[in-house]
């Protein structure tokens, strides 16, 4: 992981003092090292903040350059199977001078060209010169699993890792974007459509491959799409090969490597599989667990504790436990680090983690994240909309069964249903009862009737499409942005074995029915690890998150500064003293985040802190 900065002037020399204070901005993703270089008659500069997993002497220094074709690589993320791409490239005769994956990368674009990235087992933002053509090549991996930012104002392009750095690099205007700013309050939507909460800062989308000529001019393709829905069902075996192949590789790395275990199926599996398989390039160190000061029922460390035990004897388990209402100082540091509004404060407990982490000498983590997504986790969600589609169907007796077991409940199924009454009626409904919608302003409720009429239709699809858009568009890329974040604020690097494109790759093609049922979800999962996990973990519902403490505890916040003197520019987007009461009412509602974040987030922003300090 580090953080990359690419500038394109198409008239004249890239601005000095901007670019250098964009790319301080990125000096977290890359405490090891950085480097820079001009091309094109000054006009374009990469710049490259270095994390050191793989090879992490000199060897891996960046910006590279291939010495036979002149290209020059920067390079955010882990190619994972890059010793087996090298070999492959040795064996037809190339010889390498580092053990770094990223010299793989620079060979492999010299020896298959495109063709290159469709056999990228990894994450990754690249942006490369490319010496034959003359022209910029930028790629982002299937999933979007590391950040890429682009700005272009018909005079200057800018790509960056994250958005402020995007933003100042561009000398942009910082202004909320309007549309995202109402998706968020609507719904908690921070990631869907490739916008930023920035106006003019957009996302490189997942799974791109573009290419920048010397005029500025793109040439927007794609190397990756996911399958449709369809195929043979895989067998429990199947499963369990890729689970304990993609955590192999993810244990990849020549510095010290933790897995996080809750007490949940997903960081279960992860932990089992890191304690089973053997990588001889790793430097595995044991698991991390989080917890709570007082216990109660969001704490997960007994179980936890048995599942160390029982997949790991003998390993290392350390237990963070702090107090689940987040300090002022963890707060700021949050917002900071995650530069956007986001949808709950439970994140917080990943950026407590890496903190730990990093105060150990540990950089790399190993986590459970996209299982839930990938596999119908979210049974609280999916099985009341799967109860949903039943009854379009007319399918009574399933939809009835269905709603009898542990996830489905009449009120959740009514809070879907209502999506399907007239536009009017959710319109009435959403602005008398949902307090995120009753503290949105005037202006911005009336302004964005058209966007609602989109919310709508999302919310309108069946269960087999928001599963997939929940992968694609919105849930999981949220989450994928949360852990790097964190994990760059302290220096740590994310690896999530579920990412795997090839797991990703079999879930896609599920239907809703193979991924979860009135027995629960992550059926394949569950099928796959049963005998290998304690019954306690297999047969556990989705109850619990990491953090699932922090965010019923809005109302236990000191707030007092923001609504005694809100940022100026709320009053565009909210309805600051509606709110005020509203916290006063009802103090345990999680839906109070949303505007209170917002608010933050105003603030930061006109203080300066999210663009530039």
């Not at 029922?297 to 388990?317: K, N, Q, Y």
Request: hydrophobic share 45%; with cysteine; glycine share 10%.
């Amino acid at each position: 992981m580090c953080g990359l900065l690419a500038v394109l002037n198409r008239r004249r020399p890239v601005d000095e003092e901007a670019a250098g204070r964009a790319f301080q901005r990125l000096a977290h993703r890359g405490p090891d090292g950085n480097g820079s270089i001009r091309g094109w008659d000054d006009r374009l500069l990469l710049g490259h903040r270095r994390l050191a997993i793989l090879d992490p002497g000199r060897g891996g220094a960046q910006p590279m350059r291939d010495p036979e074709t002149g290209s020059q690589l920067i390079f955010n993320g882990a190619i994972y199977n890059f010793l087996e791409l090298r070999q492959e490239m040795e064996e037809q005769g190339h010889r390498f001078a580092s053990d770094s994956d990223t010299e793989v990368v620079l060979a492999a674009w010299r020896h298959w060209g495109a063709a290159a990235f469709s056999r990228f087992n990894g994450m990754w933002a690249i942006i490369l010169l490319d010496g034959p053509s003359d022209s910029l090549v930028v790629c982002r991996d299937r999933l979007g699993v590391k950040p890429l930012y682009h700005v272009d104002d018909g005079t200057c392009q800018v790509f960056a890792s994250e958005i402020r750095a995007a933003a100042i690099a561009a000398g942009l205007t910082v202004r909320p974007d309007a549309t995202s700013v109402f998706d968020y309050l609507i719904s908690g939507s921070t990631e869907h459509d490739g916008r930023t909460f920035l106006e003019g800062v957009v996302e490189v989308p997942p799974g791109a491959l573009w290419r920048i000529g010397r005029d500025g001019r793109v040439t927007r393709g794609r190397y990756h799409d996911w399958p449709e829905t369809g195929g043979p069902s895989p067998s429990a075996e199947e499963v369990r090969a890729l689970l304990l192949d993609a955590t192999r590789l993810r244990l990849r790395a020549d510095v010290p490597t933790v897995a996080l275990l809750s007490g949940g199926l997903d960081s279960s599996i992860v932990g089992w599989a890191a304690a089973k398989v053997r990588e001889p390039r790793s430097r595995f160190e044991g698991f991390l667990t989080y917890g709570y000061l007082d216990g109660g029922i969001h704490d997960e460390t007994d179980r936890a504790g048995r599942i160390a035990a029982s997949v790991a004897p003998g390993l290392r388990h350390t237990v963070l436990r702090v107090d689940p209402v987040p300090t002022g100082p963890d707060l700021m540091a949050l917002m900071a680090a995650q530069e956007q509004p986001f949808s709950t404060p439970s994140i917080l407990a990943g950026l407590r983690l890496y903190r730990l982490l990093a105060a150990q000498g540990v950089k790399v983590a190993l986590t459970g994240e996209g299982a839930d997504e990938l596999f119908g986790g979210y049974t609280r969600r999916y099985a009341n909309l799967m109860v949903r589609d039943l009854l379009r169907r007319g399918r009574m007796g399933e939809a009835v069964r269905l709603l009898r077991s542990p996830h489905a409940s009449l009120g959740l199924l009514g809070n879907r249903l209502v999506w399907d009454l007239p536009e009017s009626v959710v319109r009435l409904l959403l602005r008398r009862y949902r307090i995120n919608v009753a503290a949105m302003s005037e202006p911005l409720w009336e302004g964005m009737r058209e966007r609602l009429l989109d919310r709508l239709a999302d919310n309108r699809r069946p269960l087999a499409q928001i599963l997939r858009h929940d992968v694609t568009q919105t849930l999981l890329p949220a989450v994928l942005r949360f852990a790097d974040r964190n994990g760059m604020a302290a220096g740590i690097e994310v690896r999530a074995p579920f990412l795997d494109h090839r797991l990703v790759d079999l879930a896609m093609r599920l239907p809703a029915g193979e991924k979860l049922s009135a027995a629960g979800g992550k059926l394949p999962l569950r099928r796959a690890f049963a005998g290998l996990l304690p019954d306690e973990v297999i047969a556990a519902p989705k109850e619990r998150g990491l953090g699932m403490a922090e965010q019923f505890q809005v109302g236990r916040l000191d707030l007092k500064f923001l609504f005694a003197k809100p940022p100026v520019s709320a009053e565009a987007f909210l309805d600051v003293a509606r709110l005020k009461a509203a916290f006063v009412r009802h103090p345990n509602d999680p839906l109070l985040w949303w505007p209170v974040c917002l608010l933050l987030w105003l603030t930061r922003l006109e203080t300066g802190d999210a663009n530039d300090s």
